[in-house]
Protein backbone atom coordinates (compact mmCIF):
# COMPACT_ATOMS: atom_id res chain seq x y z
CA UNK A 1 0.00 0.00 0.00
CA UNK A 2 1.34 3.35 -0.98
CA UNK A 3 1.86 6.89 1.05
CA UNK A 4 2.58 9.55 -1.57
CA UNK A 5 3.39 12.76 -0.42
CA UNK A 6 3.06 15.89 -2.60
CA UNK A 7 5.15 18.99 -3.23
CA UNK A 8 5.58 22.35 -1.87
CA UNK A 9 2.82 24.30 -2.74
CA UNK A 10 1.14 21.23 -3.75
CA UNK A 11 -1.46 18.99 -2.53
CA UNK A 12 -2.64 15.62 -2.39
CA UNK A 13 -4.75 15.56 -5.52
CA UNK A 14 -1.07 16.59 -7.26
CA UNK A 15 -0.94 12.92 -7.59
CA UNK A 16 -4.34 12.54 -9.21
CA UNK A 17 -2.97 12.05 -12.84
CA UNK A 18 -0.56 9.59 -12.17
CA UNK A 19 -3.50 7.57 -10.49
CA UNK A 20 -5.23 7.42 -13.67
CA UNK A 21 -2.63 5.51 -15.13
CA UNK A 22 -1.48 3.79 -12.00
CA UNK A 23 -4.24 1.08 -11.45
CA UNK A 24 -3.32 0.50 -8.03
CA UNK A 25 -4.76 -2.34 -5.73
CA UNK A 26 -5.52 -0.06 -2.57
CA UNK A 27 -6.69 3.45 -2.45
CA UNK A 28 -3.20 5.05 -1.11
CA UNK A 29 -2.80 7.22 1.69
CA UNK A 30 -2.39 11.11 0.70
CA UNK A 31 -1.70 13.05 3.71
CA UNK A 32 -1.23 17.15 3.44
CA UNK A 33 2.18 18.05 4.58
CA UNK A 34 2.78 20.56 7.27
CA UNK A 35 1.68 23.81 5.95
CA UNK A 36 -0.37 22.81 3.67
CA UNK A 37 -4.46 22.78 3.50
CA UNK A 38 -7.01 24.06 5.26
CA UNK A 39 -6.74 22.77 8.26
CA UNK A 40 -2.92 23.18 8.89
CA UNK A 41 -2.58 24.90 11.79
CA UNK A 42 -4.30 21.26 13.41
CA UNK A 43 -1.45 19.46 12.50
CA UNK A 44 1.77 22.11 12.20
CA UNK A 45 4.87 20.36 13.28
CA UNK A 46 7.18 22.18 14.58
CA UNK A 47 10.40 20.69 13.19
CA UNK A 48 11.66 18.38 10.38
CA UNK A 49 11.81 15.28 12.41
CA UNK A 50 8.94 15.91 14.02
CA UNK A 51 6.94 15.70 10.53
CA UNK A 52 8.73 12.87 9.88
CA UNK A 53 7.87 11.82 13.06
CA UNK A 54 4.08 12.18 12.41
CA UNK A 55 4.30 10.50 8.58
CA UNK A 56 5.89 7.63 10.80
CA UNK A 57 2.46 6.93 12.67
CA UNK A 58 0.84 6.85 9.35
CA UNK A 59 2.74 4.98 7.45
CA UNK A 60 2.36 2.13 10.26
CA UNK A 61 -1.29 2.15 9.53
CA UNK A 62 -0.56 1.16 5.94
CA UNK A 63 -0.78 -2.59 4.80
CA UNK A 64 2.09 -4.74 3.80
CA UNK A 65 4.19 -3.94 1.44
CA UNK A 66 4.67 -0.24 2.51
CA UNK A 67 5.83 1.77 -0.07
CA UNK A 68 5.82 5.65 0.19
CA UNK A 69 6.55 7.85 -2.90
CA UNK A 70 7.20 11.53 -2.83
CA UNK A 71 7.69 14.64 -5.38
CA UNK A 72 10.53 17.60 -4.78
CA UNK A 73 9.62 18.40 -0.68
CA UNK A 74 7.51 14.76 -0.40
CA UNK A 75 10.62 13.38 -1.71
CA UNK A 76 12.93 14.77 0.96
CA UNK A 77 10.74 14.26 3.70
CA UNK A 78 10.16 10.53 2.40
CA UNK A 79 13.74 10.36 2.75
CA UNK A 80 14.01 11.67 6.51
CA UNK A 81 11.29 8.78 6.90
CA UNK A 82 13.25 6.05 5.04
CA UNK A 83 16.45 7.05 7.45
CA UNK A 84 14.44 7.24 11.06
CA UNK A 85 11.93 3.95 10.33
CA UNK A 86 13.76 1.94 7.58
CA UNK A 87 11.07 -0.81 9.02
CA UNK A 88 8.24 1.11 8.29
CA UNK A 89 9.23 1.11 4.28
CA UNK A 90 9.90 -1.93 2.09
CA UNK A 91 10.52 0.23 -0.93
CA UNK A 92 10.30 4.08 -2.16
CA UNK A 93 9.65 6.11 -4.98
CA UNK A 94 11.57 9.85 -4.97
CA UNK A 95 11.14 12.17 -8.08
CA UNK A 96 13.39 15.41 -7.88
CA UNK A 97 14.67 14.16 -4.11
CA UNK A 98 17.43 16.17 -2.96
CA UNK A 99 19.16 14.49 0.31
CA UNK A 100 19.95 17.40 2.26
CA UNK A 101 23.00 20.22 2.41
CA UNK A 102 25.92 18.08 4.15
CA UNK A 103 28.05 21.11 5.15
CA UNK A 104 26.56 23.27 8.12
CA UNK A 105 27.49 26.94 5.87
CA UNK A 106 25.57 26.12 3.17
CA UNK A 107 22.50 25.15 5.48
CA UNK A 108 22.84 28.59 6.98
CA UNK A 109 22.81 30.70 3.38
CA UNK A 110 19.37 28.05 2.68
CA UNK A 111 18.10 28.81 5.67
CA UNK A 112 18.01 32.61 4.88
CA UNK A 113 16.86 31.96 1.78
CA UNK A 114 13.63 30.17 3.34
CA UNK A 115 13.42 32.88 5.80
CA UNK A 116 13.18 35.51 2.95
CA UNK A 117 11.02 33.06 0.98
CA UNK A 118 8.46 33.22 3.98
CA UNK A 119 8.88 36.98 4.58
CA UNK A 120 7.41 37.62 1.10
CA UNK A 121 4.32 35.27 1.81
CA UNK A 122 3.91 36.84 5.35
CA UNK A 123 4.44 40.56 4.19
CA UNK A 124 2.91 40.69 0.45
CA UNK A 125 0.67 37.83 0.19
CA UNK A 126 0.31 34.72 -1.33
CA UNK A 127 -0.92 35.69 -4.56
CA UNK A 128 2.78 37.54 -5.23
CA UNK A 129 4.40 34.92 -4.15
CA UNK A 130 3.22 32.25 -6.02
CA UNK A 131 3.86 34.76 -9.44
CA UNK A 132 7.57 34.70 -8.30
CA UNK A 133 7.77 31.10 -7.28
CA UNK A 134 5.94 29.95 -11.02
CA UNK A 135 9.06 32.35 -12.57
CA UNK A 136 11.87 30.41 -11.45
CA UNK A 137 14.01 28.59 -14.05
CA UNK A 138 13.20 25.40 -12.20
CA UNK A 139 9.77 25.16 -13.23
CA UNK A 140 10.64 26.63 -17.41
CA UNK A 141 9.12 23.23 -18.76
CA UNK A 142 5.99 23.92 -17.15
CA UNK A 143 5.36 26.64 -19.38
CA UNK A 144 4.45 24.42 -22.00
CA UNK A 145 2.05 22.54 -19.99
CA UNK A 146 -1.79 22.47 -21.75
CA UNK A 147 -3.57 25.64 -20.48
CA UNK A 148 -6.28 23.50 -18.34
CA UNK A 149 -2.95 21.66 -16.63
CA UNK A 150 -1.53 24.74 -16.07
CA UNK A 151 -4.72 26.54 -14.24
CA UNK A 152 -5.09 23.39 -12.23
CA UNK A 153 -2.05 23.72 -10.84
CA UNK A 154 -2.35 27.21 -9.84
CA UNK A 155 -5.38 26.39 -8.50
CA UNK A 156 -4.01 23.95 -5.82
CA UNK A 157 -1.19 26.31 -4.74
CA UNK A 158 -3.52 29.50 -4.77
CA UNK A 159 -5.83 26.84 -1.98
CA UNK A 160 -3.51 27.46 0.34
CA UNK A 161 -2.26 29.97 3.72
CA UNK A 162 0.15 32.61 3.00
CA UNK A 163 1.02 32.25 6.72
CA UNK A 164 1.24 28.15 6.27
CA UNK A 165 3.58 28.22 3.38
CA UNK A 166 5.74 30.46 5.63
CA UNK A 167 5.64 27.88 8.08
CA UNK A 168 6.57 24.96 5.92
CA UNK A 169 9.64 26.98 4.48
CA UNK A 170 10.24 27.53 8.53
CA UNK A 171 10.02 23.83 9.49
CA UNK A 172 10.82 21.77 6.13
CA UNK A 173 12.77 24.44 4.01
CA UNK A 174 15.22 22.51 2.59
CA UNK A 175 17.93 24.58 5.13
CA UNK A 176 16.30 22.58 8.02
CA UNK A 177 16.25 19.11 6.92
CA UNK A 178 19.12 16.98 7.87
CA UNK A 179 21.50 15.38 5.45
CA UNK A 180 20.44 12.21 4.29
CA UNK A 181 22.65 11.40 2.15
CA UNK A 182 24.03 8.38 3.75
CA UNK A 183 20.75 6.91 4.64
CA UNK A 184 20.19 5.29 1.03
CA UNK A 185 22.34 2.50 0.90
CA UNK A 186 21.97 1.81 4.81
CA UNK A 187 18.27 1.59 4.70
CA UNK A 188 18.75 -1.83 2.23
CA UNK A 189 15.54 -0.81 0.81
CA UNK A 190 14.35 -1.13 -2.80
CA UNK A 191 14.41 2.79 -4.15
CA UNK A 192 13.64 4.32 -7.20
CA UNK A 193 15.25 8.27 -7.78
CA UNK A 194 13.52 9.94 -10.83
CA UNK A 195 14.07 13.23 -12.59
CA UNK A 196 13.42 14.75 -15.89
CA UNK A 197 16.40 15.43 -18.21
CA UNK A 198 15.37 19.31 -18.65
CA UNK A 199 16.00 19.03 -14.69
CA UNK A 200 19.16 19.14 -15.13
CA UNK A 201 20.67 19.53 -10.85
CA UNK A 202 17.98 17.07 -9.77
CA UNK A 203 18.95 14.46 -12.50
CA UNK A 204 22.45 14.73 -11.66
CA UNK A 205 22.09 14.28 -8.16
CA UNK A 206 19.72 11.23 -8.56
CA UNK A 207 22.10 9.90 -11.07
CA UNK A 208 25.19 10.42 -8.32
CA UNK A 209 22.68 8.69 -5.46
CA UNK A 210 22.81 5.77 -7.36
CA UNK A 211 26.25 5.23 -7.89
CA UNK A 212 27.25 5.68 -4.69
CA UNK A 213 24.29 3.69 -3.25
CA UNK A 214 23.01 0.15 -3.57
CA UNK A 215 20.20 -0.74 -4.41
CA UNK A 216 19.40 2.81 -5.70
CA UNK A 217 17.97 2.57 -9.57
CA UNK A 218 17.92 6.39 -11.02
CA UNK A 219 15.17 6.70 -13.99
CA UNK A 220 15.66 10.01 -16.21
CA UNK A 221 12.83 10.97 -18.23
CA UNK A 222 13.28 12.38 -21.05
CA UNK A 223 11.97 15.63 -22.32
CA UNK A 224 10.69 16.51 -18.73
CA UNK A 225 11.56 18.75 -15.78
CA UNK A 226 11.06 19.18 -12.29
CA UNK A 227 7.56 17.96 -11.87
CA UNK A 228 6.74 14.93 -13.22
CA UNK A 229 3.56 14.67 -11.71
CA UNK A 230 2.44 17.33 -14.13
CA UNK A 231 4.73 16.40 -17.00
CA UNK A 232 5.23 12.58 -17.15
CA UNK A 233 2.86 11.28 -14.86
CA UNK A 234 2.10 7.94 -17.07
CA UNK A 235 6.05 7.31 -16.41
CA UNK A 236 5.63 7.89 -13.05
CA UNK A 237 2.95 5.34 -12.47
CA UNK A 238 4.70 2.85 -14.61
CA UNK A 239 7.37 3.45 -11.79
CA UNK A 240 5.04 2.89 -8.64
CA UNK A 241 3.63 -0.32 -10.18
CA UNK A 242 7.40 -1.19 -10.57
CA UNK A 243 8.48 -0.46 -7.38
CA UNK A 244 5.61 -2.16 -5.67
CA UNK A 245 6.20 -5.49 -7.80
CA UNK A 246 9.20 -5.35 -6.28
CA UNK A 247 8.48 -5.08 -2.76
CA UNK A 248 5.61 -7.30 -2.95
CA UNK A 249 8.11 -10.02 -4.62
CA UNK A 250 11.16 -9.18 -1.71
CA UNK A 251 8.02 -9.57 0.70
CA UNK A 252 7.47 -12.65 -0.14
CA UNK A 253 10.86 -14.56 0.28
Not at 22 to 27: G, I, K, V, Y
Not at 118 to 144: K, M, V, Y
Not at 159 to 171: F, P, R, T
Not at 217 to 242: I, M, Q
Request: charged letters at 25%.
Amino acid sequence: MWMLLHGFTGAPQSWDAVLQHANLDARPLRPELTGHGESWRERSAESFDEEVGRLAVLAATLERPRCIAGYSLGARVALGLLGAHPELVDAALLIGVHPGLEEERERIERRELDARRARALRSAGLEAFISEWEALPIFESQRELPDSVAKRQRELRRSHDAEGLAASLDVLGLGAMPYFGRNLSQSGKSITLMAGARDAKFASIAAALASRHDPVDAVVVDGAGHNLLLEAPARVATELRRAEARARMWSEQ
